[in-house]
Each structure stands twice: as C-alpha cells, then as structure tokens.
C-alpha cells in the first residue's frame, strides 16, 4: 500500500509506475488486484489480453488509450496492465511483438497526467527479459518480483487453508519448495479428486485431504516438467 499513499502525495509529474515480474502462477495478478481492491481509488481498471482478445491492433491501442483517457478524468486512478508480453501479442518464437501498442503503452507509462489527476500503473508480466529488451522496464520507476513459494511459505499457506491435518501440513510443506501459489492450488485439486472429493468440501474444511493423495500427485506433476 506504499504505492498507493505515494500517489496521493505525489505532486503534478509522470504516473507512479511500477512492476511486478515473476514466474506464471507467482501471484503477480492477485497481488496487483489487491492493492486496487484495497485502495479508495474511485477508477481502477484491468487492461488484460482477454479483454481485447479478436481486436485489431489498432482498436488494441484504441481500447488501451480509453482506458487512460477516462483514468485522467479521475482524482485518483489505478490501471493494472496485466500480462503485459500478451497485450504485446509476444512469441517467442520469431520473436515478434506489436510495435504499435509498445509505443501506445510507452506514452502512457511516460505521460503525465492532467492537473488535478493522480495515476498509478501496475504492469505485471513473466517475460522481464523481453521487456528490458523493448525498453519497457526501464519506463517503470519501481520494479518487485513475485517469488515462488519456498518450504516455509507454503507451510504458512497451508495452515490458512487448513485442508489437511496438524501432522500433514508439515509434511507437504517439507515436500515443496519453489512453487508457484497457482501450482500448490492445482495440486490440491488434483488429490481432492483423486480422493473423491470435491474441493469445495476440501476448501470448506469439512473433510481433510489425504496426504498420500497429495505427495503422489506432487510426484506425478514433477515428473512432467
Ligand atoms: N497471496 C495469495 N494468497 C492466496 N492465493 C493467491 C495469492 N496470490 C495468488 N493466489 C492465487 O494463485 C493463482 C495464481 O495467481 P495469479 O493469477 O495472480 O498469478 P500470476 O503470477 O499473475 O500468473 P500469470 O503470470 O500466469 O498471469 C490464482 O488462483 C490466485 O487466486
């Protein structure tokens, strides 16, 4: 939230910008959600590839620059660029990008906005290399990576969501190291059905989860990457 309160006292100058990079399913998404979700902002807006998905490049930038325009007209705003290597419609094999909404983008990030209009950029994105290479991280002023979760973290995970019993929070915990939090979601999923349940009544607490179930499936997935 240190974002936030540095917006409201920032004076007249180019948006606070900031970027969060890390692995797929890190939490990257979730975490600049938050931050929206939990400020007062009266504007916070989501530019997401799935939003613009079946547009034209040109209509891309279009959506792109409405999103901002109407983010000026608001005392205070937050817009989340989500995924940003998929707004540039990036492969990797080529590698291709849309200069087009590079350039859109860069303006933005560059721009100040209006007086009396405070702007906060979240941009998120797995691919940190593409984007240094493009010059887009280097127009975000603040840079946060979104770490895997590591033995101690899942533990603490874990014991929030209280699927499994006192002794197997342990145990799993032990068994994971480096995971992104989507993964950890996915494997409790994967045992709740092995073990015939729904995740819901997993999630709901009203049954635990088998930890056998779960190491098992936590072997089969490592295995297949
Ligand atoms: N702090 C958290 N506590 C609980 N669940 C979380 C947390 N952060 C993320 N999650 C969950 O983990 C999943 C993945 O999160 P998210 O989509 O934010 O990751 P991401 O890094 O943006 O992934 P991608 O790069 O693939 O878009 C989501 O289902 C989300 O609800």
Redesign the pocket.
Known sequence: MFLVEQVKVSERSPPVTCL?H?????????????IGIDSDFPYIKIVSAEAMNGLQESKKCAHITKVFEDAYKSPQSIVIL??IERLLEYTEIGPRFSNEILQTLLNFLKQSPPEGSKLLVIG???EVTFLKAVGLRKAFSVTYS?PLLRTEDANK?LKQLNVFSEDDIEEASKALNDI???Q??FLIEMAARRDGRSKETIYTRKEKLSITHFLDCLEEVTEDI
């Open positions: 969060l890390g692995p797929s399913g890190s939490g990257k998404t979730a975490l600049a959600a938050t989500d995924d998120t994105t797995s979104s995970v992104p939090i989507k950890l979601y």
